[in-house]
């Protein structure tokens, strides 16, 4: 079948209100829109202005109303617990009502914060869309944070609850989630007036009086007394959620998610893109703690209609690499999305995968990588395997929805292994140089979109426009920067090639090199730090630190790498994966003082490398070399 995709893409860059108010019809409105688009709104227009609508009613109510209610929404799937629970849709349901019903018992409303900090439990979803279904605005925060992420998040949101747990499961390892919890508390300084804690039986954990509540207990006695919650109506422009996500600095940067335009953009990309039908089963094995969880583990796949799976496991040890192939045909899954890394992990655990032989995997159609960049070698392992198509997309936080794609529904173009496909609908992307011209086609430069955004993507940071526009719009006038590099060839398909800040990317997830610097920096023996990603063939990449000592410090190297390392995993969490500290005397600069961190990851890369024109000392590069060699031995 020939692709759609141009005569669409075309369609779109016509009349982009028309496209998207024609896809705005899948979605049920309150109240319609004055505009579709608003270029006077907001720091650089809203879409659907003037329209209410709830999200909770398009996820959920719509589809208990219209013939879906005994059909699974949700299926719950905890290799790490032994438990699988079935939520359909009349299910789901009544489980959000409910916990409504509390939120409101404990005075949160329309537009007030709710900070869900949870392990990879149903509840978590419940709580999500609970928060929509009363208009409060949701701030998920990834479990593998540790306090002090939290508490900063906590500090920006300044929520009036906050949804936890007691604890989360890591294989062979329970993390007591309320701990970390208190001690955020007790270092914000906004404090919630409320906390709802979800006892798990692995460990339960002391509730503090006054302040922390029985989640079971207040929702089997909001369930048991019957409460009706009804969709409280929004803005289309109001915040649905805000999901805080490394900056440049240690400081998170609170991406705002609004209802209308989140909806209108997500309901589109789960035919159009990934070619799944209402009623079918969608499967994105990520976390609710990051964006792809937020998308395409709750919210696409419920606006379609689709039954969404929720693995509390890992692609190999839960208990083996043959768990995602035991899901997949267990559950009947049509597509599957998850980041290269779990491939690379399920790879070197069954290069041959005899794993897979036990498993009838014919209704599943489709595997979607993303996250990081999927490198050709794993995207065809994945293929020679699985013998499907496997489709690399390439999206960030902020877009909520993927900005480059091959896109399924619309019709498959021809494969280029390296890319993450061609611009959706929504994005005119361009590659600009420094001096922000364009650059021809197969030549590197800095990736940005041409605005507006489109509907989904991000319309500002949480309280912070001026914030907004100098992290995204300011550098090159007109356009939103993305801060990743990379080239559109002579066909329009996208290569992505690295950041163009000090982003890092760890085994899919999106951490700040600067965030573990300023952690580093704070060691009374550290002088001076460096800290880059450097590859690693399973993670994509692994941060490294190189520490300058103080001249007179008398300490023993070892103990200072292990204290360092605690720390990082202390202040920023295990998710960080900070294992490796060189310490050097020197760190290489320019005249001006700037560390040459690029240069460094070179070197640590084994790549080729020039000698930087702007150099201080040049030997600082060798000793470099020689203190990387003498670590790895
Ligand atoms: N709560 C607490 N700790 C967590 C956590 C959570 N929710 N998630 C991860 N961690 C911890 C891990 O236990 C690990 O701790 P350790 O240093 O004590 O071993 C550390 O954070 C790093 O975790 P992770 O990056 O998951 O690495 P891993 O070595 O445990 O597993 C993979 C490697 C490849 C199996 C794993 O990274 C994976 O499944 N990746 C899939 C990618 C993904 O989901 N990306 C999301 C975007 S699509
Ligand atoms: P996150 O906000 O966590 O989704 O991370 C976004 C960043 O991950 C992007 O800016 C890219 O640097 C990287 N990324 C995501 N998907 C891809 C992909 N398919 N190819 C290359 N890089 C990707």
Redesign the pocket.
């Known amino acids: 079948m020939a692709s759609r995709y141009h005569e669409v893409y075309q369609a779109w860059k016509r009349d982009p209100e028309a496209f998207w108010a024609d896809a705005a019809r899948e979605i049920d409105w309150f109240t319609p829109w004055d505009k579709v688009f608003d270029p006077d709104d907001g720091v650089y227009g809203r879409w659907f202005s003037g329209a209410s609508c709830n999200t909770c009613f398009n996820a959920v109510d719509r589809h208990v109303d219209g013939g879906r209610k005994d059909q699974p929404a949700l299926v719950y799937d905890s290799p790490i617990t032994g438990r699988k629970q079935s939520f359909t849709y009349a299910g789901l349901k009544a489980e959000i009502v409910a916990l409504a019903a509390v939120l409101q018992d404990l005075g949160v409303g329309k537009g007030d914060r709710v900070v869900i900090y949870m392990?990879?439990v149903p509840e978590a979803v419940f709580a999500m869309l609970a928060c929509a279904r009363i208009g409060a605005v949701h701030s998920v925060v990834?479990?593998?944070f540790a306090a002090r992420e939290l508490a900063a998040r906590i500090d920006d949101a300044a929520p009036k609850a906050v949804i936890s747990a007691s604890c989360?499961l890591?294989?062979g390892?329970v993390?007591s989630y309320k701990p970390l919890l208190d001690e955020a508390i007790r270092l914000a300084a906004a404090k919630p007036e409320s906390c709802l804690i979800l006892q798990r039986p692995e460990q339960d954990c002391e509730l503090v009086a006054g302040r922390d509540h029985d989640y079971a207990a207040l929702v089997d006695a909001a369930r048991a007394a019957g409460r009706q919650v009804p969709c409280v109506p929004v803005l289309a422009t109001d915040p649905l959620y805000i999901l805080y996500t490394s900056g440049t600095t240690g400081r998170p940067k609170g991406v705002v998610r609004d209802n209308g335009g989140h909806m209108v953009r997500l309901k589109w990309s789960m035919f159009n893109e990934f070619g799944i039908k209402p009623g079918e089963t969608f499967w994105?094995?990520?976390?609710v703690?990051?964006v792809?969880?937020h998308s395409y583990i709750v919210y696409a796949p419920l606006l379609h209609g689709c039954t969404t799976i929720l693995f509390e496991g890992?692609?190999?040890?839960t208990p083996d690499a043959g768990v995602f192939w035991r899901v997949i045909a267990e559950h009947g899954v049509a597509a599957l999305?998850?980041?290269p890394?779990?491939f690379?992990?399920i790879r070197t655990a069954d290069p041959e995968a005899e794993l897979l032989e036990p498993h009838d995997l014919s209704r599943f159609r489709t595997l979607f990588l993303?996250?990081e960049r999927a490198d050709p070698d794993t995207v065809k392992w994945a293929e020679r395997t699985l013998g499907v198509p496997v489709i690399d997309h390439w999206w960030q936080t902020e877009t909520g929805a993927p900005i480059s794609q091959d896109p399924v529904g619309l019709g498959m173009l021809p494969v280029k292994y390296g890319s993450p496909g061609v611009p959706m609908p929504g994005y005119d992307v361009r590659v600009l140089d420094d001096a922000g011209h364009p650059v021809e086609a197969g030549r590197l430069g800095n990736v940005v979109v041409k605005l507006p955004l489109p509907p989904g993507a991000l319309p500002t940071l949480w309280n912070d426009d001026g914030r907004f526009r100098e992290a995204y719009l300011s550098e090159f006038p007109g356009y939103y920067k993305t801060a990743d590099a990379g080239m559109l060839d002579e066909d329009g398909y996208l290569f992505i090639m690295a950041r163009t800040d000090d982003i890092i990317n760890?085994?899919?997830?999106r951490l700040s090199t600067g965030g573990m610097e300023e952690v580093v920096a704070e060691h009374p023996a550290v002088a001076e730090c460096a800290v880059i990603g450097i590859a690693d063939a399973?993670?994509g990449q692994v941060p490294c630190g190189f520490v300058v000592l103080h001249g007179k410090a008398n300490v023993d190297i070892a103990t200072v790498e292990k204290e360092l390392v605690a720390m990082v995993?202390d202040r920023i969490?295990?998710?960080a994966?900070f294992?490796r500290v060189v310490p050097v005397a020197r760190l290489p600069k320019t005249r001006s003082g700037k560390i040459l961190r690029a240069t460094m990851q070179k070197i640590a890369d084994h790549q080729e490398w020039t000698m930087p024109a702007t150099i201080d000392d040049p030997a600082i590069l060798d000793e470099i070399s020689e203190a990387l060699e003498k670590h790895s031995r």
Request: net charge positive; glycine share 20%; proline share 9%.
């Open positions: 392990p990879m990834f479990g593998g989360g890591e294989p390892r993390v994105a094995a990520s976390d703690g990051w792809v969880g890992k692609p190999v040890g999305f998850t980041a890394t779990a690379r992990a993303a996250g760890v085994a899919g997830h399973l993670k995993r969490g295990p998710v994966a294992k």
